[in-house]
Protein backbone atom coordinates (compact mmCIF):
# COMPACT_ATOMS: atom_id res chain seq x y z
CA UNK A 1 0.00 0.00 0.00
CA UNK A 2 3.05 2.01 -0.06
CA UNK A 3 1.81 4.25 3.50
CA UNK A 4 -1.70 5.54 2.30
CA UNK A 5 -4.48 5.67 4.64
CA UNK A 6 -8.00 6.82 3.87
CA UNK A 7 -10.52 7.62 6.48
CA UNK A 8 -13.12 6.59 6.67
CA UNK A 9 -13.19 3.09 5.45
CA UNK A 10 -17.06 3.26 5.48
CA UNK A 11 -19.45 6.02 5.82
CA UNK A 12 -23.57 6.36 5.45
CA UNK A 13 -24.93 10.02 4.98
CA UNK A 14 -28.16 11.50 4.16
CA UNK A 15 -28.66 13.14 0.86
CA UNK A 16 -28.05 17.08 1.05
CA UNK A 17 -25.29 16.48 3.39
CA UNK A 18 -21.55 17.37 2.63
CA UNK A 19 -18.81 14.88 3.22
CA UNK A 20 -15.42 15.06 3.33
CA UNK A 21 -13.06 11.96 2.47
CA UNK A 22 -9.25 12.22 3.65
CA UNK A 23 -6.51 10.28 2.32
CA UNK A 24 -3.29 10.61 3.52
CA UNK A 25 0.88 9.55 2.89
CA UNK A 26 3.96 9.04 4.17
CA UNK A 27 6.19 8.43 1.06
CA UNK A 28 6.13 12.17 -0.01
CA UNK A 29 4.77 11.40 -3.78
CA UNK A 30 4.12 14.80 -5.62
CA UNK A 31 1.20 13.46 -6.89
CA UNK A 32 -1.91 12.43 -5.93
CA UNK A 33 -5.38 10.88 -7.72
CA UNK A 34 -8.72 10.35 -6.36
CA UNK A 35 -11.21 7.64 -8.11
CA UNK A 36 -14.55 6.06 -7.91
CA UNK A 37 -15.27 2.50 -8.85
CA UNK A 38 -18.59 1.54 -9.67
CA UNK A 39 -20.23 -1.84 -11.27
CA UNK A 40 -19.05 -1.72 -15.16
CA UNK A 41 -17.35 1.65 -14.89
CA UNK A 42 -13.94 0.34 -13.61
CA UNK A 43 -11.49 3.24 -11.87
CA UNK A 44 -13.21 6.94 -13.19
CA UNK A 45 -10.59 10.13 -12.16
CA UNK A 46 -12.38 12.29 -10.17
CA UNK A 47 -9.69 15.04 -9.58
CA UNK A 48 -5.75 15.00 -9.34
CA UNK A 49 -3.06 16.96 -7.69
CA UNK A 50 0.46 18.06 -8.44
CA UNK A 51 1.74 19.31 -5.71
CA UNK A 52 0.64 21.42 -2.78
CA UNK A 53 -2.20 23.24 -4.12
CA UNK A 54 -2.09 22.47 -7.81
CA UNK A 55 -4.79 20.57 -8.21
CA UNK A 56 -6.67 19.45 -11.86
CA UNK A 57 -10.01 18.03 -12.56
CA UNK A 58 -10.64 14.31 -14.00
CA UNK A 59 -13.18 12.46 -16.06
CA UNK A 60 -16.21 12.79 -13.38
CA UNK A 61 -16.00 16.16 -11.24
CA UNK A 62 -18.75 17.62 -11.31
CA UNK A 63 -20.29 17.41 -7.40
CA UNK A 64 -16.95 17.24 -6.16
CA UNK A 65 -13.65 19.03 -4.66
CA UNK A 66 -11.04 18.77 -3.73
CA UNK A 67 -7.61 20.73 -1.54
CA UNK A 68 -4.35 19.85 -1.01
CA UNK A 69 -2.45 21.56 1.74
CA UNK A 70 0.18 19.46 2.73
CA UNK A 71 1.98 17.07 0.19
CA UNK A 72 0.90 14.28 2.26
CA UNK A 73 -2.72 15.36 2.60
CA UNK A 74 -5.45 15.18 -0.23
CA UNK A 75 -8.84 15.89 1.00
CA UNK A 76 -12.36 14.87 -1.57
CA UNK A 77 -15.57 16.97 -0.73
CA UNK A 78 -18.89 16.67 -1.67
CA UNK A 79 -20.67 19.83 -0.64
CA UNK A 80 -24.39 18.09 -0.81
CA UNK A 81 -23.97 14.66 -1.42
CA UNK A 82 -26.75 12.80 -4.04
CA UNK A 83 -27.61 8.82 -3.77
CA UNK A 84 -25.36 9.17 -7.24
CA UNK A 85 -22.64 9.87 -5.72
CA UNK A 86 -22.96 5.96 -3.78
CA UNK A 87 -19.59 4.34 -4.51
CA UNK A 88 -16.29 2.90 -3.30
CA UNK A 89 -13.33 6.12 -3.78
CA UNK A 90 -9.68 5.15 -3.74
CA UNK A 91 -6.82 7.51 -3.11
CA UNK A 92 -4.02 7.01 -5.04
CA UNK A 93 -0.35 8.63 -4.78
CA UNK A 94 2.67 8.43 -7.28
CA UNK A 95 5.71 10.40 -8.83
CA UNK A 96 3.62 11.18 -11.90
CA UNK A 97 2.91 8.51 -15.10
CA UNK A 98 5.23 5.89 -13.66
CA UNK A 99 3.37 3.49 -10.88
CA UNK A 100 0.11 4.81 -8.76
CA UNK A 101 0.18 2.88 -5.33
CA UNK A 102 -3.49 2.53 -3.84
CA UNK A 103 -5.09 3.04 -0.61
CA UNK A 104 -7.45 0.27 0.91
CA UNK A 105 -10.78 2.60 -0.28
CA UNK A 106 -13.64 4.33 1.36
CA UNK A 107 -17.35 2.74 0.72
CA UNK A 108 -19.87 5.80 0.84
CA UNK A 109 -23.70 5.31 0.85
CA UNK A 110 -25.52 8.28 0.26
CA UNK A 111 -29.29 7.46 1.51
CA UNK B 1 -7.64 10.37 -26.86
CA UNK B 2 -6.53 7.70 -24.82
CA UNK B 3 -8.56 4.70 -23.61
CA UNK B 4 -8.02 0.97 -22.22
CA UNK B 5 -10.83 -1.92 -23.29
CA UNK B 6 -9.84 -5.33 -21.76
CA UNK B 7 -11.97 -8.45 -22.40
CA UNK B 8 -15.42 -8.66 -20.61
CA UNK B 9 -15.93 -11.22 -17.16
CA UNK B 10 -16.22 -13.05 -15.60
CA UNK B 11 -13.87 -15.03 -15.91
CA UNK B 12 -13.41 -18.89 -14.10
CA UNK B 13 -11.15 -21.67 -14.69
CA UNK B 14 -10.18 -24.78 -12.93
CA UNK B 15 -6.36 -24.78 -10.78
CA UNK B 16 -3.46 -24.78 -12.90
CA UNK B 17 -5.49 -23.79 -16.23
CA UNK B 18 -4.06 -21.31 -18.46
CA UNK B 19 -5.13 -17.27 -18.57
CA UNK B 20 -5.14 -14.91 -20.85
CA UNK B 21 -7.04 -11.84 -19.75
CA UNK B 22 -6.88 -9.54 -23.24
CA UNK B 23 -6.10 -5.80 -23.00
CA UNK B 24 -5.93 -3.29 -26.20
CA UNK B 25 -5.62 0.72 -26.07
CA UNK B 26 -6.00 3.90 -27.67
CA UNK B 27 -3.28 6.32 -26.92
CA UNK B 28 -1.48 9.57 -28.22
CA UNK B 29 2.32 9.54 -27.48
CA UNK B 30 4.21 6.39 -26.12
CA UNK B 31 2.41 5.10 -23.13
CA UNK B 32 3.11 2.79 -20.39
CA UNK B 33 0.88 0.01 -19.58
CA UNK B 34 -0.22 -1.36 -16.34
CA UNK B 35 -2.01 -4.42 -14.86
CA UNK B 36 -3.18 -3.93 -11.41
CA UNK B 37 -4.95 -6.67 -8.91
CA UNK B 38 -7.33 -5.97 -6.82
CA UNK B 39 -8.34 -9.05 -3.84
CA UNK B 40 -11.85 -8.87 -2.22
CA UNK B 41 -11.90 -5.69 -0.45
CA UNK B 42 -9.04 -4.40 -0.96
CA UNK B 43 -7.56 -1.43 -3.23
CA UNK B 44 -5.24 -2.02 -6.25
CA UNK B 45 -1.87 -3.32 -6.12
CA UNK B 46 0.75 -3.10 -9.26
CA UNK B 47 1.01 -6.89 -10.60
CA UNK B 48 3.57 -5.72 -13.45
CA UNK B 49 4.36 -2.98 -15.91
CA UNK B 50 6.21 -1.93 -19.26
CA UNK B 51 7.85 1.01 -20.01
CA UNK B 52 8.41 0.67 -24.25
CA UNK B 53 7.40 -1.38 -27.01
CA UNK B 54 8.23 -4.85 -26.93
CA UNK B 55 8.72 -4.60 -23.08
CA UNK B 56 7.74 -8.06 -20.98
CA UNK B 57 6.39 -7.33 -17.43
CA UNK B 58 6.47 -10.28 -15.31
CA UNK B 59 5.50 -10.55 -12.10
CA UNK B 60 4.48 -13.85 -9.64
CA UNK B 61 3.80 -16.14 -12.62
CA UNK B 62 1.96 -13.48 -14.49
CA UNK B 63 3.85 -11.89 -17.78
CA UNK B 64 2.07 -9.04 -20.30
CA UNK B 65 4.14 -7.85 -23.51
CA UNK B 66 3.98 -4.19 -24.31
CA UNK B 67 2.87 -4.72 -28.78
CA UNK B 68 2.83 -1.71 -30.31
CA UNK B 69 1.96 -2.93 -33.44
CA UNK B 70 -1.27 -4.36 -32.09
CA UNK B 71 -1.86 -1.67 -29.17
CA UNK B 72 -2.40 -4.70 -27.14
CA UNK B 73 -0.82 -5.40 -23.70
CA UNK B 74 -2.84 -9.03 -23.04
CA UNK B 75 -2.09 -10.75 -19.05
CA UNK B 76 -1.06 -14.36 -19.27
CA UNK B 77 -0.15 -17.06 -16.61
CA UNK B 78 0.51 -20.24 -17.08
CA UNK B 79 -1.30 -22.45 -14.24
CA UNK B 80 -3.41 -20.55 -12.07
CA UNK B 81 -4.49 -20.93 -8.17
CA UNK B 82 -7.21 -20.43 -6.12
CA UNK B 83 -5.25 -17.62 -4.26
CA UNK B 84 -5.18 -16.03 -8.04
CA UNK B 85 -9.00 -15.45 -7.91
CA UNK B 86 -9.21 -11.30 -8.03
CA UNK B 87 -10.48 -8.55 -10.14
CA UNK B 88 -7.48 -7.62 -12.78
CA UNK B 89 -7.26 -3.95 -14.58
CA UNK B 90 -5.38 -2.95 -17.67
CA UNK B 91 -4.25 0.70 -17.38
CA UNK B 92 -2.04 3.09 -19.24
CA UNK B 93 -0.84 6.11 -18.13
CA UNK B 94 -0.63 9.41 -20.13
CA UNK B 95 3.31 10.81 -19.86
CA UNK B 96 1.36 14.43 -21.08
CA UNK B 97 -1.08 14.49 -19.02
CA UNK B 98 0.38 12.43 -15.60
CA UNK B 99 -3.04 10.49 -15.44
CA UNK B 100 -4.07 7.02 -15.52
CA UNK B 101 -6.67 5.29 -17.92
CA UNK B 102 -7.94 1.94 -16.58
CA UNK B 103 -10.02 -1.03 -17.63
CA UNK B 104 -13.53 -1.91 -16.39
CA UNK B 105 -11.84 -4.96 -14.71
CA UNK B 106 -11.52 -8.48 -15.36
CA UNK B 107 -13.04 -10.48 -12.51
CA UNK B 108 -11.59 -13.96 -12.25
CA UNK B 109 -12.47 -16.91 -10.38
CA UNK B 110 -10.15 -19.88 -10.18
CA UNK B 111 -12.18 -23.09 -8.45
CA UNK B 112 -10.21 -26.06 -7.00
Not at chain 1, 1 to 30: F, M, W, Y
Not at chain 1, 35 to 49: A, E, K, M, T, W
Not at chain 2, 2 to 16: A, I, R, Y
Amino acid sequence: DAGITQSPRHKVTETGTPVTLRCHQTENHRYMYWYRQDPGHGLRLIHYSYGVKDTDKGEVSDGYSVSRSKTEDFLLTLESATSSQTSVYFCAAGRGTDTQYFGPGTRLTVL
Amino acid sequence: GNSVTQMEGPVTLSEEAFLTINCTYTATGYPSLFWYVQYPGEGLQLLLKATKADDKGSNKGFEATYRKETTSFHLEKGSVQVSDSAVYFCALSDRAGNQFYFGTGTSLTVIP
